[in-house]
């Protein structure tokens, strides 16, 4: 990987301040030049710190929230109540605390089958980012342990990566839910801003061959995400980031 931007913080909280800080500032930048904010949120543990972060002051009242869109990079086939869905969990530690319009919420239907949620969070998509026309101005993303990021697993890259938006996935990690749906790096890749937010010394192994280990798509998913034109910012705790050579 080359101009890695690698940003290392002591420990948890001022990793989730940080990511705190660079939502707002993007988010106040993008309403200040296009009027709006379009973000798609990542599910996993990692990011829940930052959610409640983000639903108290001064974010609370600071991000432009009314212009705010938010998506998700990735949904667990599950209805939107279950506690495995990455829209509850979000729903409970940042939407509902915010002044944020019920229309600004574009949540994947995880109720669906896999065709049928494929097919819907498509034309969401497609409704407010037209392809090629528009980008997410932020995108988060977790990783992990096994090296994967939203639903993109390890093994090989299917065919539909490379033409499609959305598609739908199988895979186990950790006893959450298998059946997902998830954006694909024709997405994430065009972004205006990546920014992942990586946490805790199971990682750091992985982190490291993320960083060093060569380019192994398959063996690495995380490796997929380049954006073309757009900011890649990785925040990492010391503890995942002990393994990683500096440069
Ligand atoms: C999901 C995610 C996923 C997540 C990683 C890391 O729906 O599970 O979007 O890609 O970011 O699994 O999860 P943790 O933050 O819990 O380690």
Not at 137 to 146: A, F, N
Not at 158 to 186: D, F, H, M, Q, W
């Amino acid at each position: 990987m080359s101009e890695v931007d690698l940003r290392v913080f002591a420990d948890g909280d001022s990793l989730i301040e940080a990511a705190a800080q660079l939502f707002a500032e993007i988010a106040i930048a993008s309403v200040a030049e296009r009027g709006r904010f379009t973000v798609a949120l990542s599910g996993g543990g990692t990011p829940q710190g930052l959610y409640q972060r983000l639903a108290r002051p001064p974010y609370r009242d600071d991000i432009p929230w009314a212009h705010a869109h938010l998506y998700w990079g990735d949904e667990r086939l599950v209805p939107p109540n279950d506690p495995g869905s990455n829209y509850a969990q979000a729903a409970r530690t940042l939407i509902r605390h915010l002044p944020i319009p019920e229309e600004n919420i574009h949540r994947a239907k995880g109720e669906l089958s896999p065709h049928e949620a494929v097919q819907e969070y498509r034309r969401q998509l497609r409704r407010f980012l037209p392809p090629g026309s528009e980008r997410f101005d932020l995108v988060l993303m977790g990783m992990g342990s096994d090296g994967h990021t939203a639903s993109l697993f390890p093994g090989p890259v299917s065919p539909a990566e490379s033409e499609e938006a959305v598609i739908s996935v199988t895979a186990k990690y950790e006893g959450r839910p298998a059946n997902r749906l998830t954006l694909t790096p024709l997405v994430f890749n065009n972004a205006r801003n990546v920014v992942f937010l990586v946490a805790g010394a199971n990682k750091a192994e992985t982190l490291a061959a993320v960083f060093s280990g060569g380019y192994q798509p398959e063996k690495l998913p995380a490796q997929r995400i380049r954006p073309v034109e757009g900011r890649l910012i990785w925040l990492v705790d010391r503890a995942a980031a002990r393994r990683v050579k500096p440069r």
